[in-house]
């Protein structure tokens, strides 16, 4: 009986896996299929019906979640308001409370990562097979769409799965290598730098970390050697030539084919422009920045309610929130992976990273997700209350009652 029931709750864990990340696929089916933050409330009611009584976090934890929603629900409330302003504190307190706390209630974190993993696997399949038939349409204003998901999110997901399998379930690397080479032709299509040198960071910090010195010259020498080759090639070659797909999406800023009105507001001119009218505002704006959603006041000269944010997310936080709360966030985040040996960190760097090209905090939402992962797990928030111990044991993180 009692095996049945360890069954079924593994079963059960896993499926509330695979619904959370579910939103790439119901995605996928239209281009009107927005507003799927609801996912997020029903998988954290699935946690709070089935297992409320497995709830762990400790007090540490909890005082972070008050101090970083109640700072910034306190700018929403004390600056100017517009419609975007309204939306995000609503997303983000949805988004931010549920993606911190259902990571709260999962003991063998394995059966919740397989669900998750599933759904992004066969989201990787179902987008090779469209970018398969799509390859020869492709251009530098024509890249893959699948319903809601535009290209840059479709490569965050595709590589995103990758790392899943490279660091949480632990893959032998045959299995890793024919998952990246499935993910290649979807990773062409969208034409996305950002989160192609988010993955190739990530992996470059690992192999960092566990590489003698030796063998981090010889990665220091290939790199270099290939950035030497790609250099060599962009002058002769066919693929390579200065107004080739790959020069233009890869290895260009901004596309020179672009339309003026996008390089008009392309995120270089946006981060310069901003970051200027930013350090020529008053003290008191500089340290409590100008409110949620009003980042547009620094590039327009006033406040829009349509969606404006930077596309990177130290430089939307410090317009928005300040300078004190950007250092309060860059303390935390650095003593958290300092301090921490599991996998969920590599996952955390990569959503950071992506955030740093694309989105908002509340498209960057996982964030979130992987902060509470690293939080979990991490020696200096455990609270004995609660029972939550943790026990490195290779490359994975198993997470026991004490």
Not at 297 to 312: T, V
Request: proline share 1%; charged share 10%.
């Amino acid at each position: 009986m009692q095996i049945l029931k360890l069954k079924s709750t593994a079963n059960l864990t896993y499926l509330l896996g695979f619904l959370l990340y579910s939103i790439n696929l119901i995605g996928t089916i239209s281009p009107i299929m927005s507003g799927l933050s609801f996912i997020y409330i029903l998988v954290l009611s699935c946690f709070l019906i089935f297992y409320f009584k497995t709830f762990q976090i400790s007090r540490k934890f909890l005082i972070f979640i008050y101090l970083f929603l109640s700072l910034y629900f306190l700018s929403y409330v004390l600056h100017t308001k517009t419609e975007y302003s309204n939306y995000k504190i609503l997303m983000l307190i949805i988004k931010a409370t549920a993606l911190l706390l259902i990571p709260c209630f999962i003991k063998n974190y394995e059966n919740f990562f397989r669900g998750i993993f599933s759904a992004l696997l066969i989201f990787v399949l179902y987008a090779l097979f469209t970018s398969i038939f799509s390859i020869q349409n492709v251009s530098v204003n024509n890249r893959i769409d699948l319903g809601v998901l535009n290209s840059i999110w479709i490569s965050r997901a595709v590589l995103e799965c990758c790392l899943i399998s490279i660091f949480i379930l632990n893959k032998n690397w045959k299995y890793n290598v024919f998952l990246f080479l499935i993910c290649l032709p979807t990773i062409f299509v969208s034409g996305s730098k950002g989160p192609l040198l988010a993955f190739l960071i990530v992996l470059i910090i690992y192999l960092y970390k566990i590489s003698g010195l030796r063998t981090k010259f010889l990665y220091l020498i290939i790199f270099l050697s290939i950035i030497f080759f790609v250099a060599k090639l962009s002058k002769s070659s066919v693929w390579f030539n200065s107004d080739s797909y790959i020069v233009e999406r890869f290895l260009s800023v901004t596309p020179e084919s672009a339309s003026e009105g996008i390089k008009a507001e392309s995120r270089t001119v946006v981060w310069s422009v901003s970051t200027k009218n930013y350090l020529n505002q008053d003290l008191r704006h500089i340290l409590f920045g100008l409110g949620v959603g009003n980042a547009s006041k620094l590039f327009y000269g006033n406040y829009i309610n349509s969606r404006f944010y930077p596309h990177n997310l130290l430089l939307e936080i410090l317009f928005e929130q300040g300078l004190l709360f950007l250092l309060f966030i860059l303390s935390f985040g650095y003593f958290l992976i300092r301090n921490n040996k599991n996998n969920f960190s590599y996952l955390l760097i990569y959503c950071f990273l992506n955030a740093m090209f694309t989105g908002d905090i509340i498209l960057n939402e996982f964030i979130f997700f992987y902060l509470s992962w690293n939080i979990k797990s991490n020696n200096y928030f455990e609270n004995n209350n609660y029972g939550l111990r943790t026990k490195n044991t290779g490359s994975n993180l198993y997470l026991t009652n004490s």
